[in-house]
T-cell receptor, first 113, second 112 residues
Framework: GAGVSQSPSNKVTEKGKDVELRCDPI?????LYWYRQSLGQGLEFLIY????????KSGLPSDRFSAERTGGSVSTLTIQRTQQEDSAVYLC???????????FGSGTQLSVL | GQQLNQSPQSMFIQEGEDVSMNCTSS?????WLWYKQEPGEGPVLLIA?????ELTSNGRLTAQFGITRKDSFLNISASIPSDVGIYFC????????????FGAGTQVVVTP
């Protein structure tokens, strides 16, 4: 597509439920990233994919967080047993070949009640 | 954890004024980037810097990569209302492919 697409744009869930966030990167971009942005904060790196593999998942906050990428394209970030501190905007970005020019989606605003 | 210190946290300026913000780091970066984020959107890349001492312009925006490789600044000249947004610096360490470290952002508000 023309840009990075994320869905849903907003998600409200109850504490303890699982959520799945989706990212469609720019066509042809081999690298895909997930970042988290808490209110009034900068972006926090979560995980990086090159193709379907994740050479760097060091930013995932706990084992409740996981992500996968299939077909070198769409990625899903899953948060199990959500907690209130998981509330944030989850941003996906892609780049052509793992370089520094990241193109970001508009994010998913996650609210855990 | 976050290693970049970005200042100021916010700026309220009048249209036509110049804006200056900076970032400092405890680490040496090989790339500095400046992004702008508007409400409900993801950050958009403004300027990328790759060499110590490099000074790069993009329209009314000018950014510099500090000589020590631990700092960078962004200037916006003759601000206009559409400059409103949050400006983030980001640094990339060597061999950390796209794993950027972001500052906390500078909120810019422009009044007519």
């Amino acid at each position: 597509g023309a840009g990075v697409s994320q869905s849903p744009s907003n998600k409200v869930t109850e504490k303890g439920k699982d959520v799945e966030l989706r990212c469609d990167p720019i066509s042809g971009h081999t690298a895909l990233y997930w970042y988290r942005q808490s209110l009034g904060q900068g972006l926090e790196f979560l995980i990086y994919f090159q193709g379907n593999s994740a050479p760097d998942k060091s930013g995932l906050p706990s084992d409740r967080f996981s992500a996968e990428r299939t077909g070198g394209s769409v990625s899903t970030l899953t948060i199990q047993r959500t907690q209130q501190e998981d509330s944030a905007v989850y941003l996906c970005a892609s780049s052509r070949d793992g370089g520094d020019k990241l193109f970001f989606g508009s994010g998913t605003q996650l609210s855990v009640l | 954890g976050q290693q970049l210190n970005q200042s100021p946290q916010s700026m309220f300026i009048q249209e036509g004024e110049d804006v200056s913000m900076n970032c400092t780091s405890s680490s040496i970066f090989n790339t500095w980037l400046w992004y702008k984020q508007e409400p409900g959107e993801g950050p958009v890349l403004l300027i990328a810097l790759y060499k110590a001492g490099e000074l790069t312009s993009n329209g009314r925006l000018t950014a510099q990569f500090g000589i020590t490789r631990k700092d960078s600044f962004l200037n916006i000249s003759a601000s206009i209302p559409s400059d409103v947004g949050i400006y983030f610096c980001a640094g990339q360490l060597t061999d950390s492919w796209g794993k950027l470290q972001f500052g906390a952002g500078t909120q810019v508000v422009v009044t007519p």
